[in-house]
């Protein structure tokens, strides 16, 4: 971060390589649209870029800078917009035709019970389980208590627990 402060064309590339993919993942499963995620990774990025100098390390660490500004300009947008359905994970390698078809549908049964909850659940999630940040950075990141962060993250499991069991029971 010091380099980029400086001017550094390189640190940005560096920075831009190490945070891109975890604030890209944290935009599409906040919002469930790549385009939103994209979106939301160039804003980051930019405003990297322009507020650089004003980047404190004493004040935290840089993901949590990074992942705060994301948070922030995914709820200015999702106010605005519907969510929209998540496209196919490109990510799934399929040697058997029909357990990557049951991967994928229940992939797919996840994120719409993810993208079902309310974004504080859904919040406690993303960066705990997926993102597997630590209790304690995510706590400082929504600017709520550790004990808030678990409550949250509890209550949100048996969301998914109670939405997803319902679904193969046909409910």
């Known amino acids: ?19 891109q993919p975890r604030i890209f993942r944290y935009a599409l499963r906040m919002s469930s649209s790549r385009e939103l995620a994209d979106d939301i990774v160039q804003e980051v990025f930019l405003g990297l870029i322009r507020g650089a100098r004003g980047y404190d390390p004493a004040a935290g660490p840089l993901g949590s800078y990074l992942y705060g500004m994301a948070r922030n300009l995914l709820f200015r947008q999702l106010g605005a917009k519907p969510m929209e359905e998540l496209e196919e994970d490109s990510m799934i390698t399929e040697l058997d035709p029909l357990d990557g078809l049951a991967r994928s549908e229940q992939i797919e049964r996840v994120r719409q019970a993810l993208a079902a909850m309310p974004a504080h659940y859904r919040e406690a999630v993303v960066l705990c389980d997926m993102e597997e940040m630590s ?4 706590a400082e990141l929504l ?19 109670e939405r997803l069991s319902q679904e193969r029971c046909g409910a």
């Not at 209790?135 to 995510?138: D, H, R």
């Open 135 to 138: 209790y304690s950075a995510v």
């Open 143 to 161: 600017g709520v208590a550790v004990g808030t962060v678990r409550s949250r993250l509890h209550r949100a499991r048996g969301l998914l627990l």
């Open 1 to 19: 971060m010091r380099r980029l402060q400086a001017g550094e064309d390189l640190a940005f590339e560096l920075l831009y390589e190490r945070y």
